[in-house]
T-cell receptor
Framework: GAVVSQHPSRVICKSGTSVKIECRSLDFQATTMFWYRQFPKKSLMLMATSNEGSKATYEQGVEKDKFLINHASLTLSTLTVTSAHPEDSSFYIC????????????FGPGTRLTVT | SQQGEEDPQALSIQEGENATMNCSYKTSINNLQWYRQNSGRGLVHLILIRSNEREKHSGRLRVTLDTSKKSSSLLITASRAADTASYFCATLVATGGFKTIFGAGTRLFVKA
């Protein structure tokens, strides 16, 4: 089946630094990728939708200057958390939609970000 | 944004019992999916039901969909301790492009 990978799986960074998370579709091409955020014991909240070659569309309340998204190719999207603060600590999950006929959506394993 | 609520928020049952989780959503949907998530782990896709379907089965799972009430239910029969996890419904909505929106989730605990 289709696989979506995320790297790193875990990252710890200091306040004020920036962290980049990669999301790759391994065996399919994805014109659209999605980034979700999940706090402990909570559900997944959609942050933004990224389309290959164009600017990401952010959900209401998500700061686009803080969460920079780049979707430079059909198999890679990156999320950069800029000037991270402890409240940005969360589980970040990406998802990729297969550009094939069925357009199914597959989820990555998530990245645990801890900001100290 | 989230589509809606799941009911109950938490459920504790004995092994062998059935577990029923409900999900409500707000907007029109193309399909509804159920996912499982073990603590701190990624999502596992369980089942997809399309908007023109009313019921679907997969092993010990039974999903119903009532589009008139904008609700769905997930039934796990003969539960096992390994079924302990959080369960989320997710709907594919077509506002501002197609995107998947998750419900609040139900935390299921199956006691051995």
């Amino acid at each position: 089946g289709a696989v979506v990978s995320q790297h790193p799986s875990r990252v710890i960074c200091k306040s004020g630094t920036s962290v980049k998370i990669e999301c790759r579709s391994l065996d399919f091409q994805a014109t659209t990728m999605f980034w979700y955020r999940q706090f402990p014991k909570k559900s997944l909240m959609l942050m933004a939708t990224s389309n290959e070659g164009s600017k990401a569309t952010y959900e209401q309340g998500v700061e686009k200057d803080k969460f920079l998204i780049n979707h430079a190719s059909l198999t890679l999207s990156t999320l950069t958390v800029t000037s991270a603060h402890p409240e940005d600590s969360s589980f970040y999950i990406c998802s990729a939609r297969d550009r094939g006929s069925k357009g199914e959506q597959y989820f990555g394993p998530g990245t645990r970000l801890t900001v100290t | 944004s989230q589509q809606g609520e799941e009911d109950p928020q938490a459920l504790s049952i004995q092994e062998g019992e059935n577990a029923t989780m409900n999900c409500s959503y707000k907007t029109s949907i193309n399909n509804l999916q159920w996912y499982r998530q073990n603590s701190g782990r990624g999502l596992v896709h369980l089942i997809l039901i399309r908007s023109n379907e009313r019921e679907k089965h997969s092993g010990r799972l039974r999903v119903t969909l009532d589009t008139s009430k904008k609700s769905s239910s997930l039934l796990i029969t003969a539960s096992r301790a390994a079924d302990t996890a959080s369960y989320f419904c997710a709907t594919l909505v077509a506002t501002g492009g197609f995107k998947t929106i998750f419900g609040a989730g139900t935390r299921l605990f199956v006691k051995a």
